[in-house]
């Protein structure tokens, strides 16, 4: 009775994990590139400068932009530069006015607060929004992206009930052996980051829960983009009275609320009505000063005379739980050595789905080992194998090398940035169709070591913010993420060169063969 | 939070060593009973303090999740280095073991 569940398990364990690993395996590596989605938008618009953090001459810069160019807008949005973003970022919103539903966004200079003309750029905003959209069209991406992270948990469950040696083989892990050492690499990643991958497969269901009412959650992300419009744009603010009175100082409004929360940095501000009677100015606390989220760390102030208004309403006890998980999810709260430790479990997360998918065909393939063909499933599991690991690595690769290489006056220029993702990754696919296994692995694995490895040396090429300018000047943003590329080139060499060298598969039965090509 | 860090990590050896198979390999010696019995008193005494000292310094909040998160690295580090550098792993975690409260006791 025991074993026949155990083994209803391991099938459900063996067969989601294959039909969703494909998928997940790419939610899962944009995703961790996600935790360095300002990072890598720095890296991707490197004409923004980065400058030591000034947070009220930055807010003095923003309103005097906005009065010069924004007088007539119904809203203004102001993002201060942060330790992880350079810009200073306004918006607003002039229902006259041009743009995206009359919406219109900068980036200035945190130092001179003149509008820096940046080359069009998604940055890590797309790896984000892939992440959980999948690039398909609302709300289809979001649903089956949820679907995964069900199916993740599922996995992750069924996978525990199928290992049943979890303390035994706790400390285990033995390499050079074959399906042995990728079953207990897949097994000891899974264990040892358990915490991580339950709080990440189940708070996306959190989140999920949110996708219904979709308005709380999305004050969270504390991004700029279309979405203020739907989300803040109902907030209970008097209509202007087309009365005009000078807005009061922000930096002072600025200063009533570090008198109450000492040291608090700011996610964005946002000004209503602006010039008018009935303006009025909230300051949003940034995600990054607490692990929940906190809707109640929100002051609004009136805009002319300067008095508090309102604070934040308190969170229930349910909501501060789930905004827990949405915190521990995005890791915004996290410094520079959690955010690096999140970016290695979400490393380790994409490394159980791939050993996983590995295993699957690695194990069906011995029995096929002395055929000259391979059954025509395998083959397909083989092809989409390598298309969905080593080509989406090329994809991203593709990613970055369109953002240094495009003109910057070319039309569409940050769809093409995305055109030249899809068709790497497509290309790769095709690659994969008409090579044999090893071959396509290898040769897959040593482009992407090159695109990566060479990335810092694109950098240095096509912008002034190559290695020997970032380190200098302490720009960790830009100089980190160059030296992750050269990091990840390396580590796919490392991979190549085995896929490459080593023989055909490592028999089941043969630990000695094992040993020397360990060996060698 | 180094200092929680080495301790997790000196613990979590501790309980890989409270295990006879991975005594025999790492240490090449059969363990008598007390010693396998002491080093896993050790090994969750150590875990245990290391919680104690993360949410001491950090709060609830943060102290937990960065205990888990430096555990997590820890024990991975330690998984996976074993089989390639199994004595200089092991010097690590008696440094650890010296280390880590003394940082930790430093830093409160």
């Known amino acids: ?520 | 939070m180094l200092g929680v860090a080495l301790m997790g990590f000196a613990g979590f050896a501790g309980l890989c060593l409270a295990m006879e198979k991975h005594f025999n390999d790492l240490l090449g010696r059969k363990p008598t009973g007390r010693q396998l019995r002491a080093l896993k008193i050790t090994g969750w005494a150590l875990l245990l303090l290391s919680l104690i000292l993360a949410v001491h310094g950090r709060g609830w909040a943060l102290g937990l999740v960065e205990w888990i998160a430096v555990l997590m690295a820890g024990v991975t580090l330690w998984v996976f280095g074993l089989p390639y550098q199994p004595r200089l792993l092991l010097g690590a975690a008696l440094a650890s073991l010296v280390l880590g409260p003394l940082l930790a006791v430093l830093a409160v």
């Open chain 1, 1 to 520: 009775m025991k074993e026949g569940f155990r083994q209803a398990m391991a099938w459900l364990h063996t067969w989601t994990g294959l039909i969703f690993g494909w998928l997940l395996f790419a939610i899962f590596l944009t995703g961790t590139l996600s935790y360095f989605k300002d990072e890598i938008s720095h890296w991707t618009q490197p004409e923004v400068q980065s400058h030591p953090l000034d947070p009220v001459t930055s807010l003095g810069l923003a309103q005097r932009y906005l009065e010069t160019n924004a007088g007539h807008a119904s809203t203004w949005f102001i993002r201060l530069p942060s330790e992880r973003e350079a810009a200073l970022s306004v918006s607003w919103r002039d229902p006259n006015g041009g743009g995206r539903r009359g919406f219109t966004d900068k980036e200035l200079d945190a130092r001179t607060g003149e509008a820096v003309e940046a080359r069009d750029s998604r940055g890590g905003e797309f790896f984000y929004r892939f992440h959980f959209q999948l690039q398909m069209p609302h709300p289809w991406g979001r649903w089956l992206s949820t679907f995964c992270a069900f199916i993740m948990l599922l996995g992750l469950v069924t996978g525990i009930i199928t290992h049943k040696k979890i303390f035994k083989e706790f400390f285990t892990f033995r390499p050079g052996k074959g399906q042995r050492s990728w079953l207990d690499g897949h097994n000891a990643i899974g264990v040892l980051v358990l915490p991580f991958h339950l709080m990440i497969s189940y708070s996306s269901l959190v989140i999920f829960m949110y996708m219904v009412m979709p308005a709380s959650i999305l004050a969270s992300y504390g991004d700029s983009s279309g979405y203020f419009n739907d989300v803040f744009g109902r907030d209970e603010v008097p209509k202007a009275v087309a009365q005009t009175a000078p807005l009061a100082p922000l930096t002072e409004l600025y200063a009533k609320v570090q008198e109450q929360a000492p040291g608090a940095r700011m996610g964005y501000i946002q000004v209503h009505n602006p010039g008018d009677r009935n303006a009025r100015v909230t300051f949003t606390r940034a995600s990054a000063d607490s692990v929940a989220y906190q809707r109640s760390a929100i002051w609004t102030f009136d805009g002319v005379s300067g008095e508090l208004l309102r604070r934040g309403a308190p969170e229930s006890a349910a909501m501060t739980t789930s905004f827990t998980f949405v915190g521990l999810h995005m890791g915004n709260f996290a410094g520079p050595w959690l955010r690096w430790l999140y970016f290695a479990f979400g490393v380790a997360g994409t490394a159980v789905i791939g050993t996983g998918l590995v295993m699957w065909l690695g194990k069906r393939q011995l029995k096929h080992a002395k055929s000259a063909r391979m059954p025509g499933e395998l083959r397909l599991v083989e092809v989409l194998n390598i298309a969905s690991m080593s080509g989406l690595l090329l994809g991203v690769a593709a990613f970055f090398w369109a953002n240094r290489l495009l003109p910057a006056t070319l039309e569409g220029r940050a769809d093409w940035e995305i055109n030249g993702f899809f068709l790497a990754w497509g290309a790769s696919l095709l690659h994969a169709m008409l090579r044999s296994g090893r071959r396509a692995w290898g040769e897959q694995l040593t482009l992407g070591a090159l695109a990566f490895a060479l990335l810092p040396l694109l950098n240095a090429l096509t912008s002034d913010q190559g290695l020997d300018h970032s380190i200098a000047a302490g720009d960790w943003a830009m100089a980190g993420f160059d030296l992750t590329a050269l990091a990840t080139g390396l580590f796919l060499a490392w991979a190549a060169g085995k896929m490459l060298r080593a023989p055909k598969p490592v028999a089941k039965h043969a630990p000695r063969a094992a040993k020397t090509v360990e060996a060698s």
